[in-house]
């Protein structure tokens, strides 16, 4: 789900060459997606199999480790922009992933039932949370900061920069997809050190590629003020010292809380409530109508984006599972491994982002362009319709038979388009409609509003699979069993969604009154 920026025309931008600077961020978030990707093509799986947790205990660590993964970009742009920042930001990022990743490689010996029935846990459990929380903290760092870098590249009005932020934009989805082919297979195929090994490799590459071309930054990744880094503040302790140590005690506190769905739930609820009670007494206090109304729209469109993303974040759990356990994936006789499969997201906007880009000119034109909101119940509509697709493979499976492989990609395909309506047309939003001071707090409450989506759709995933079916039934990974726990969940996922796309509908008319001279 890598869609980060509105997407131009490429060809729109003028033939001299890009800054080289470009091609180094380029690299490195392409090979920093590949790790991450490459870990989230096999984690379900690993959850299930090695540490055989069940189906709901495995959703709620998948949905915790996204949420965070959301959620702690927030701290790393404040700590790049006001200290480190981009280069030694994403640095220690870089580092801490190279080890979270593989750290991962580290499996231990699998969990298994002994003789008595009782479950012994794998030996290499409290090394898979700590990994995963060095991950966490690492992408945290490195994610928002090696964007900025991308933006600092071109002047303000350059017209080669949203043609710059579109080649960014594929490399993202290119080190996503292939993530997917070659992680999923080698990890199926040869084992989870090799599969988590072979992402770690990924973002040591990037690493790599990022120190060597420094030189090509032009000096803006730089920290604002090096010398008040290298200030002692405390004891022997210099402020650039006391930040890696307490990025080292957030990896701890996060290796902590990871298992505990309840207590993320809980954080994730109470920043937003506080972010959202701040906004309300700027509200209060601002002057100006135009800019509450604005921040208004701003804010129920990201409510109305965490509507979407909880439908579309089950990419990586139940789907998988759905791909893995009830999905036909024989294709010329050669069987595909289900966790490849999730390249089929990036694949697609890879071939459709241009195609998106042509037809919103072509309507701007025109003057037939959508509004915003109007995009975003678009969104919603097609993720809704994607979870159709997925019911009505399960209907025409007839109970224990397998699902068509082709019904499982109409829904990526469906997904994907409705992605391209809401993710980058509202990160766009959110610039226009923000103030100044506030853009930065309003993206961060964007990516949270994502977190808090991928905790409700593990939660949703997860009872799912409690309810649907008696334990000792899912357990044995019965058919039918499976057949009903799916068919359950997606329909109560596409009613969201289509309830959602009905709700932003209606509320269309006043989102543009408030939006005033935004489209």
Request: proline fraction near 4%; charge should be neutral.
């Amino acid at each position: 789900m890598e869609s980060t920026v509105t997407i131009p025309d490429v060809m729109d931008s003028p033939a001299r060459a890009h800054p080289r600077g470009l091609y180094v961020c380029f690299f490195t978030e392409m090979w920093e997606r590949f790790s991450f990707y490459g870990l989230k093509a096999l984690l379900i799986f690993y959850l299930t199999e090695h540490f055989l947790f069940s189906d709901t205990q495995a959703t709620n660590i998948f949905g915790n480790y996204f949420a965070l993964v959301y959620a702690l970009p927030i701290v790393g742009g404040v700590v790049a922009d006001k200290y480190l920042g981009s280069k030694r930001a994403v640095t220690l990022g870089a580092i801490l992933l190279c080890l979270g990743h593989f750290g991962m490689a580290f499996e231990g010996t699998p969990a298994y039932i002994n003789a008595a029935g009782v479950k012994v846990e794998s030996t290499g459990l409290t090394a898979f949370y700590l990994s995963l929380s060095l991950i966490i903290v690492g992408v945290g760092l490195l994610k928002p900061n090696i964007s900025s870098i991308v933006g600092k590249l071109y002047e303000v009005n350059d017209p080669r920069k949203d043609a710059g932020f579109t080649i960014f934009y594929m490399g993202i989805n290119l080190g996503a997809a292939l993530a997917a082919l070659l992680c999923g297979y080698v990890g199926q195929t040869y084992g989870w050190p090799y599969g988590f090994g072979l992402a770690g490799l990924g973002m040591l590459l990037g690493l790599l590629v990022f120190l060597s071309g420094q030189s090509w930054l032009q000096g803006y990744a730089e920290a604002p003020d090096s010398g008040a880094l290298k200030l002692r503040v405390w004891v022997c302790f210099t402020r650039e010292q006391l930040i890696y140590l307490g990025c080292l005690v957030m990896v701890g506190l996060v290796s902590l809380i990871i298992e505990d769905h309840a207590l993320v739930g809980g954080l994730l609820g109470l920043t937003f409530i506080g972010i959202g009670l701040w906004l309300l007494w700027y509200c209060l206090a601002e002057v100006s109508q135009s800019v509450k109304q604005k921040l208004y729209a701003a804010v129920s469109l990201t409510l109305m984006s965490t509507v979407f993303f909880l439908c579309f974040l089950q990419s990586g759990s139940s789907m998988n599972l759905f791909a893995d356990r009830i999905t036909d994936r024989l294709v010329f006789g050669v069987e595909i491994p289900a966790p490849m499969l999730q390249s089929l997201n990036s694949i697609f906007i890879i071939l459709l982002a241009p195609l998106f880009a042509k037809t919103w000119q072509w309507l701007i034109a025109r003057g037939r362009a959508p509004s915003t909101p109007m995009k975003f119940s678009l969104g919603l509509l097609q993720v809704g319709l994607g979870f159709a697709a997925l019911v009505a493979g399960l209907h025409f499976a007839n109970g224990n038979q397998q699902v068509a492989l082709g019904w499982l990609v109409l829904a990526y395909l469906l997904h994907t388009s409705g992605e391209l309506c809401i993710s980058p047309i509202g990160l766009s939003m959110i610039t226009k409609l923000s103030p100044p001071r506030l853009v930065g707090l309003m993206m961060g409450l964007w990516f949270l509003g994502s977190a808090i989506a991928e905790y409700i759709a593990a939660l949703l995933a997860g009872n799912a699979a409690a309810n649907a079916a008696p334990a000792e039934v899912a357990a044995v990974g019965a058919p039918l069993s499976q057949h009903q726990i799916f068919i359950s969940l997606y329909l109560d996922i596409m009613w969201i969604a289509f309830a959602g796309a009905a709700l932003t509908l209606a509320l269309t008319p006043l989102l543009k009154r408030w939006m005033r001279d935004i489209d």
